[in-house]
């Protein structure tokens, strides 16, 4: 009897342990499937940034290339008019983009923080073993990376229509009509118009804010130890 219930009790524990070890599978699965839904989220503020600031490139060597080759002065006013319905395009274009990703972008800024700040903490107060400090640094660097795709290409963009300025100057607008020289200052006067992208309508989608974002995780970590008597 002993020995049948001492093996009773054995399989009863592998029994448990497989179910904890398959729990755990699960989770860690669920985990990197949650983590691939997110990044893939996360790709497509960066992208549409992406391309917004690559068409603004190809039209400010559109606009600086009129009047430079063999082309008549009506084919060259035609092509100033052709940029400027670009030029619509995209405002319309980065109109609708600041719609879509203004809020949402507002809170991964301040959750961001707030997880950077939560794994320093956990990182250097609490965690012993060599295993846990390596998933957290990784998993620290992962969420620091997030948003610095968008903070750069947000630069680009604001960077790019700044330049569309220049751009109408840089063409041989001197020995082209009158007619194309007033379309030409009508589209300076618009470029004048900065394109700023704001996160919430309140921070600016911008490499300064990433910085801003580091210093706001650091506050609030000193914050939390000194809270709880481990800053000293």
């Given at each position: 009897m002993p020995v049948k219930e001492r093996h009773q009790e054995l399989?009863?524990?592998?029994?448990?342990?497989?179910?904890?070890?398959?729990?755990?599978?699960?989770?860690?699965?669920?985990?990197?499937?949650?983590?691939?839904?997110?990044?893939?989220?996360d790709s497509f503020p960066p992208l549409i940034l992406y391309l917004?600031?690559?068409?603004?490139?190809?039209?400010?060597?559109?606009?600086?290339?009129?009047?430079?080759?063999?082309?008549?002065?009506?084919?060259?006013?035609?092509?100033?008019?052709?940029?400027?319905?670009?030029?619509?395009?995209?405002?319309?274009?980065?109109?609708?983009?600041?719609?879509?990703?203004?809020?949402?972008?507002?809170?991964?800024?301040?959750?961001?923080?707030?997880?950077?700040?939560?794994?320093?903490?956990?990182?250097?107060?609490?965690?012993?073993?060599?295993?846990?400090?390596?998933?957290?640094?990784?998993?620290?660097?992962?969420?620091?990376?997030?948003?610095?795709?968008?903070?750069?290409?947000?630069?680009?963009?604001?960077?790019?229509?700044?330049?569309?300025?220049?751009?109408?100057?840089?063409?041989?607008?001197?020995?082209?009509?009158?007619?194309?020289?007033?379309?030409?200052?009508?589209?300076?006067?618009?470029?004048?118009?900065?394109?700023?992208?704001?996160?919430?309508?309140?921070?600016?989608?911008?490499?300064?804010?990433?910085?801003?974002?580091?210093?706001?995780?650091?506050?609030?970590?000193?914050?939390?130890?000194?809270?709880?008597?481990?800053?000293?």
């Amino acid at each position: 009897m002993p020995v049948k219930e001492r093996h009773q009790e054995l399989k009863m524990k592998l029994s448990e342990t497989l179910k904890i070890d398959y729990f755990r599978v699960q989770l860690n699965a669920w985990r990197i499937c949650g983590a691939l839904d997110l990044s893939e989220a996360d790709s497509f503020p960066p992208l549409i940034l992406y391309l917004i600031s690559e068409q603004c490139q190809l039209l400010i060597l559109r606009i600086s290339e009129i009047g430079y080759g063999s082309k008549t002065l009506e084919e060259n006013e035609q092509d100033l008019l052709n940029c400027i319905r670009d030029q619509n395009a995209l405002y319309r274009l980065l109109d609708v983009t600041k719609s879509l990703i203004s809020y949402p972008m507002m809170v991964q800024f301040m959750v961001i923080g707030i997880n950077i700040a939560i794994t320093l903490f956990v990182l250097i107060f609490y965690v012993e073993t060599l295993y846990d400090r390596i998933y957290y640094l990784c998993f620290l660097l992962g969420i620091t990376v997030q948003t610095y795709p968008l903070c750069y290409y947000g630069t680009m963009v604001q960077e790019s229509f700044a330049d569309l300025h220049y751009a109408v100057f840089c063409s041989n607008w001197v020995d082209q009509s009158a007619s194309y020289r007033g379309h030409m200052l009508i589209l300076a006067e618009r470029t004048k118009r900065k394109q700023l992208l704001l996160a919430g309508n309140l921070v600016p989608i911008h490499l300064s804010t990433y910085v801003a974002s580091w210093k706001g995780a650091y506050s609030f970590f000193t914050l939390m130890a000194d809270r709880d008597g481990l800053g000293s």
